[in-house]
């Protein structure tokens, strides 16, 4: 597999990039990206399992329901988390986030073994090599 590398987020968030995403706004260090959704921690815990811990992380300080979050950004090459990281009386807790789209994949073959999924939804699309 091979990861993505990026020096900062201006060479990561390009209008192609927030169209692929399904993203309506990429917000700045004190406000959230557009549209973002509660998920499981689940989700984020399946991408970290099969991918890693993202291509780029980015740390935000963002207001949601009129109170401030450190939030983390977390971007894999289909799907981005925002991770809202706080602690009360010692205990440290998280939730999680989705931002932009839900990608729900149609899958074609191309080619042996490769496979080209789309969303449904917002049309970003990934090449798959099923072989060993």
């Known amino acids: 597999m091979n990861k993505l590398v990026f020096e900062d987020s201006k060479d990561v968030v ?4 927030l ?4 993203i309506l ?6 406000t959230p990206p557009e549209p973002y959704e ?17 291509d780029y992380t980015e740390f935000r300080q ?3 329901d009129d109170k401030s979050h450190q939030v983390h950004l977390v971007i894999y090459h ?11 009386q010692s205990k440290i807790s998280a939730s999680f986030y989705r931002v932009g789209c839900k990608h729900h994949y149609k899958s074609e073959n191309i080619g042996k073994c ?3 999924l ?10 798959i090599d099923s072989s060993d």
């Open 25 to 30: 706004s990429w917000g700045n260090f004190n």
């Open 19 to 22: 169209q692929d995403h399904g």
């Open 62 to 64: 963002v207001t949601i």
């Open 14 to 17: 390009t209008p192609k990039f």
């Open 38 to 54: 509660g998920c499981d921690a689940s989700e984020f815990w399946r991408h970290v399992f099969s991918y890693g811990f993202g």
């Open 78 to 88: 289909d799907t981005i988390f925002m991770i809202d990281t706080f602690s009360e």
């Open 114 to 116: 490769l496979h080209r």
């Open 118 to 127: 789309i969303c449904e939804h917002c049309g970003y699309s990934q090449i």
